[in-house]
């Protein structure tokens, strides 16, 4: 990783404070992206020098969100996706692996983080046969997500929740309340994909790199092991393989990651 300024630095967006890390930025920097400040990669740095497989971390969620939506668009013959906690737009974004499979796919993303709505129009270049769109909204409201993803949504029709990175900011109760209510609303046939840090993998050391997050971060970050986070498929089918390691979910033949568990576990379901 290099500690040169990122084009951020020079033009800050409004409403963006750069003295304070946010995980998605945080993210972004551990992906090789650019879209970060100085407090991003001092704290991105102090937990790399606890845990350096946090960047295995990173990109083995990032592949995994391109095989669940291959599979989505592909076998399951989803054709539209509500993206909350979108994040950073890098390469091989939701709409863009889901509409290479089916261009008719209906993306709607979600965030909270002033940088990413920026860069929301990187969001909304869908090919002409689909649409996307970006709500500004907090994961917090569920109410208000999915009243406003029904502009572009037909909630008649299968949905795939992509809740990739998101749910480790929030407390137990209130992230099990937005998760059901998120699938009270979506019809049968629909899908949830869920990605969560765990300290299964590496312990304490991972542990360690959460607690000195948790000291900066404005959002604090909560460790799932695996049976918490199946407990948010408890009234869906969760697909096989289950809860695991994002490099082992479904790899591609040949895959030299598939044998590196990483701190990152996920799962996908199907609502009866």
């Known amino acids: 990783m290099t500690n040169n300024s990122s084009s951020t630095d020079h ?21 090789g992206g650019k ?41 399951a013959e989803v054709r539209q996706f509500l993206d909350i906690g979108t994040g950073l737009p890098t390469a091989d974004n939701t709409h863009e692996v889901a509409q290479t499979i089916a261009p008719e796919c209906r993306v709607v993303y979600v965030d909270n983080d002033p940088i990413v709505l920026v860069h929301a ?24 997500i999915l009243q406003a993803a029904g ?3 037909n909630f008649d029709q299968p949905i795939a929740l992509m ?18 209510r998120l699938l009270d609303v ?21 542990e360690n790199a959460v607690r000195d997050w948790n000291e900066d971060g ?13 407990r948010f498929f408890d009234r869906i089918e969760l697909l096989e393989p289950g809860v695991v390691s994002c490099s082992q979910w479904r790899p591609e033949p040949g895959d030299p990651h598939a044998d590196i568990k990483v701190a990152q576990f996920c799962a996908v379901g199907r609502k009866p």
Not at 12 to 24: F, K, L, N
Not at 46 to 72: E, K, N, T
Not at 163 to 180: K, P, Q, R, Y
Not at 218 to 230: G, K, M, T, V, W
């Open 186 to 206: 979506v019809p049968s046939g629909s899908y949830l994909t869920i990605a969560h840090p765990t300290s299964e993998v590496h312990g304490e050391v991972m």
């Open 218 to 230: 404005p959002y604090q970050l909560i460790l799932r092991n695996s049976d918490e986070i199946a």
């Open 121 to 144: 129009r990187a969001l909304l270049t869908s090919v002409p046969q689909g649409v996307t769109d970006y709500l500004d909204a907090d994961v917090r409201d569920p109410d208000l």
């Open 11 to 31: 033009r800050q967006p409004a409403g963006i404070d750069p003295t304070v890390p946010h995980s998605a930025r945080v993210w972004n920097y551990w992906l």
């Open 35 to 75: 879209d970060h400040f100085a407090a991003d990669r001092e704290v991105g740095d102090r937990m790399l020098a606890l845990m350096p497989d946090l960047v295995d971390s990173a990109r083995a969620d990032r592949a995994f969100l391109g095989r669940a939506i291959r599979y989505l668009a592909g076998e």
């Open 151 to 153: 502009r572009t949504l």
């Open 163 to 180: 809740l990739v990175g998101i749910l480790c900011f929030v407390t137990d109760d209130e992230a099990h309340a937005i998760v059901n």
